[in-house]
T-cell receptor, first 106, second 114 residues
Framework: KNEVEQSPQNLTAQEGEFITINCSYS?????LHWLQQHPGGGIVSLFM???GKKKHGRLIATINIQEKHSSLHITASHPRDSAVYIC????????FGTGTRLQVFP | DSGVTQTPKHLITATGQRVTLRCSPR?????VYWYQQSLDQGLQFLIQ???????AKGNILERFSAQQFPDLHSELNLSSLELGDSALYFC?????????????FGNGTRLTVT
């Protein structure tokens, strides 16, 4: 069993929809990261969380340390949000989930 | 722009060869991390340096080595290359080396071994 599980693996949405990507992990962590990877390959760090909730524009990330679970929400989704979203946790080194591929259609 | 620079962007080489990937961290960042992203293994941590010293090691093969120089740039050396080494190699940097430091990723080097 992977130490970091993401769901769903693939997600399609219509522009404007509210999107949720989930991440569950099985190890103790000091931080959880949400990363975005576009088809070109580059990785962008969206959030680093150790508790609570963070918001940046249309993106919201939450974490529940007791339940070892995090969610990434995208409000009013747009085709430019199409990317792979990767959850990664840090007990010490980064352990990555397998990613959620999101496609948003106009 | 994360401020982390990786060169080259693409590299095509043959089996058995040796290559060097370079990473310049964001200005002020002391720690450099290397990651490999392959189709079958996903993203994996390879190695971390902090201020010139090796800090942590992950799933790095013995054929691979890295170092961080006094100017804080880092190089990842891959030798005796095999087809399975074809992957995207990412570098990231952070100010400190702790696990709760924000990370800044480079755009990666795509290595193709033929």
């Amino acid at each position: 069993k992977n130490e970091v599980e993401q769901s769903p693996q693939n997600l399609t949405a219509q522009e404007g929809e509210f999107i949720t990507i989930n991440c569950s992990y099985s190890v103790g962590i000091s931080a959880l990261h949400w990363l975005q990877q576009h088809p070109g390959g580059g990785i962008v760090s969206l959030f680093m969380l150790s508790s609570g909730k963070k918001k940046h524009g249309r993106l919201i990330a939450t974490i529940n340390i007791q339940e070892k679970h995090s969610s990434l929400h995208i409000t009013a989704s747009h085709p430019r949000d199409s990317a792979v979203y990767i959850c990664a946790v840090r007990p010490d080194k980064l352990i990555f989930g397998t990613g959620t591929r999101l496609q948003v259609f106009p | 722009d994360s401020g982390v620079t990786q060169t080259p962007k693409h590299l095509i080489t043959a089996t058995g060869q040796r290559v060097t990937l370079r990473c310049s961290p964001r200005s002020g960042d002391l720690s450099v991390y290397w990651y490999q992203q392959s189709l079958d293994q996903g993203l994996q941590f390879l190695i971390q340096y902090y201020n010139g010293e090796e800090r942590a090691k992950g799933n790095i093969l013995e054929r691979f080595s890295a170092q961080q120089f006094p100017d804080l740039h880092s190089e990842l050396n891959l030798s005796s290359l095999e087809l399975g080494d074809s992957a995207l190699y990412f570098c990231a940097s952070s100010v400190q080396g702790q696990s709760n430091s924000p990370l800044h990723f480079g755009n990666g080097t795509r290595l193709t071994v033929t």
